[in-house]
Each structure stands twice: as C-alpha cells, then as structure tokens.
C-alpha cells in the first residue's frame, strides 16, 4: 500500500499549489501529479529543506526564491534538433508546403531556453523561407525566454548538436551558424530577428493569432489529461484550416476531442494536419 | 509473501536485454502483474526492442507513451530519451528533465516512483548492467517495505550493476535468473 507519508506529502502539496495559485497567480493545478512530486522534491534536496513547511517559509516571503522554484518545477531541459527525425520530417514534409504561403507564422509554444527554437530557425534558413516566417516564441518562465533570445548555449552540448544537425538533413557546416567563446556559444541573432518572445501560460492563457505550424515537444507531458485537452483545444484555436501541429515523440492527439480533425502527416514524429 | 505486490519494476544495462528476456519468457500472456521494464539504450535511436520483445515473451510488449494505463499481462518498456514515472490513478507520466546516472530512462527514477504509488507492493529487481544506475533506487523501494532482488553478479554478463545494488541494500534477495524467474511466476494468480 501507498505509504501514509506519502499520501500526506501529496495533500500538502495540494495545498501548495492553491497557495501559489493566490500568491503569485502561477496555477500548478493542472500537471501531472508524479513529475510535480519528483521536482518538488529535487528543489528541496538542492536546498536542503526536509519538509514542505520548510519550503513554504522562503516561498512565500523570497519573489527570487520563487523563480528560481518555477525554474526547477517546470522542467526546462531540452537540446538542439532533440529527435533529428522529426526535424527531418519537418524539413521534407511541412516546409515544402509552407512555402507556397507569401507569409508563414509559427507558434513554438513552451520555446524554453531556445535550442528547439533555434533548430527551427536554422531549418527555415536552409530551406529558403527564415525572410518571410514570423515566429512567436512563448514559455510561461520569463527567465528561460530570457535565455532563448540570447541564444547562448554550453560548449559542451555543440559535439551532440552538430551530430544531430546532420541526422536531421543539415546543409552547411554547423559552425557557420554560432561564434564560441569561454565554454559557450552564442548563435547567430539574425536566426531570430524575426522572432517574437513572450510569456504565455499554456494553462491559463488563451489564443492570441492564427499559424500555419504549431510546435509544442515534450510540453504535455507535464499536464494531466484534462490540461491537455484544453491546451489542444486551444492549438486547435490557433491553427488556420490545413496547418500543421507538432508534438513530442510520445505524446498523440489520439485521445483528444480534436483528433477527428486532424490527420497524422508523420505518425512516428507526431506531425498531423489540421484537416479543416 | 504477507502482502499481494502489484507491479514488478525492473532495470537493466549492459547485459539487461538478455538477462530480461531470459527472465520473462516462461511468463503466461495473462500474468497477474504488470511488468515495467528500464533498459539503457542510446539516446536518439530507435529501439527495435518493442519488437524483438513482442517476438520472444507471451507478455505483450509495448513501448511506453504518455498516460498509458498499467495492465495486467503487458510488458511496458521505457521509451528512449524520457524518463518514466507512474501516477496515483494507474497511469504512466513521462519526464524529459535532466539525465541521472548518466541515463533518460534512469532506472532510479521509476523505482522511487513506483514505490511512492504502491508502497510495499512493488518488485524492484535489478539485472545486468555496467552502472550504478538502479541501486539508490532499489534502496529506496526497500525503506518503503517492498520486495527487492538483485541478480546474482556472478551470473550476469556485468555485474557492475547488480553489486552496486546489493552495496546500497544488503538486505536484499540475490538470486540466480531461474531463481527470480521461479518467484516470478509464483506471484501469478489464475
């Protein structure tokens, strides 16, 4: 049997989430229990704090503090063309008709810290459509948007990257695209000068244009199924009739309500298109 | 067995995929537990061990995708690059934070995720490997009541992993692959 510390752990947290919700209007409600547990609880043990009272006191009292607990609580760990076959899919399946477009807009929704961000733009460069593609770029962290309009990323992950670029169809040397300096790169801004950052809450906030693509990896995982669906409800919003959504590798929009809407276009990388 | 466990987890490397086919494959298609499994794999490739799995166990092996509901008679494997965590209602939860151990599937995080759900009604059982992946895992499945085992290191291809395992928890079974394939099918109730 679940133990009755761990249910109590769960109950607190609970009402930690309706205390976040009303201080600083953040609504944790509708994730997915086990990973909100599991990063809870990997925020305390880098803190040394034993219990959630523990936790509650900086919480409320520290607004840095909180940041940097909404920076460890959604996950933002993410890496550059992360599944070179679904940008390869992209790249021979849904950038050929965009282009028929005269204007192409792009909604990377959860963007994160840019690397995903960046891939896109690289794959619009090199198939001659960056010029006339606006992208809107939103996470509900301000930090990590922060981040992503840099496009300064660690050296580190440049061997993995540039192995990646290739997998997914890459044309030119890596390189030609980032400057490095001390143990980072920063990527060329003008892959971005096209890009809109802004914050936007997946869980709260509603549809604000229409696009032609909507890219959402690894996002909803973190939501529980009733957050899900009102997250591609609202995809479903934003998607003019044939546009294209894409989600991570293990995510589907099978069981969702809008599913009879959309065929899949790449069943393996999740792309489907919106039928009308 | 004073307790009726609930789901067996186990995790595996180097050596894992031999030593988990071996011990599932007498398994009956409708085994009365759910069986997770965590292998290591490369990052970024696409597994063709759903299939081979499939081919070899009476089990039906599927590859793990968000928010699938734990059945009985099925094999779930971890899919590569996510880690795989489990819910109170039953459902997988998949995670794509940062690697432990070196690994995403970690075998850690779905072992303390598991115990946290089903308390001392989880089988942890730790195979093959060239990691340490898996025993503070197992370790924690233990300090929740659950049955740990480890395979014996001296029959596994690695045994890194499996004295790793017993280091963490000395309390735990060590036992030949016949042995916990033995247990295993014990636990089965028609």
Known sequence: MKLSSDVLFEQDVEVLIKEIKEQYGYDFSGYARASVYRRIKRFMGQKNLQTLDELREPLFSDSFFFENFLQEVTVNVTEMFRDPSFFLSLRQNVLPILSTYP???IWDAGCSTGEELFSLAILLHEEGLLNRTKIYATD????????????????KNIPASTKAYYAAGG?????SYYTSNYGSV?????????????????????????????????VLIYFSRNLQERVLTLFDESLVSLGYLGLGKKETLVMSGISANYNPVDKVNRIYRKLN | MHVQPKIVVIGGSW?????SLQLLEDLPANYSLPVVLVLHRLRNQEGQLQELFDLKLR??????????????GYLYLAPPNYHVLLENDQSFALDDSELENYSR?????TFKSAADVYGDQVIGIVLSGASEDGSSGLNYIFGKGGTVIVQEPREAEIETMPLAAIKATPG?????????KAFLQSLHVN
């Open chain 1, 103 to 105: 204007y192409i807009k």
């Open chain 1, 140 to 155: 509900i962290n301000q930090k990590v948007l922060k981040q992503a309009r840099e496009g300064i990323f660690p050296a």
């Open chain 1, 171 to 175: 044309k030119r040397e890596f390189s």
């Open chain 1, 186 to 218: 920063k990527f060329n801004s003008e892959l971005v000068q096209n890009v809109v950052f802004y914050p936007h809450n997946l869980a709260t906030d509603s549809s604000f244009n229409e696009f032609h693509l909507i890219l959402c990896r690894n």
């Open chain 2, 15 to 19: 050596g894992g995929v031999k030593a």
């Open chain 2, 59 to 72: 089990l039906k092996a599927v590859e793990i995708e968000d928010k699938d509901i734990l059945q009985s």
């Open chain 2, 105 to 109: 599937p970690a075998i850690d995080v």
């Open chain 2, 172 to 180: 735990c079974r060590v036992m030949r692959l016949t042995e916990i």
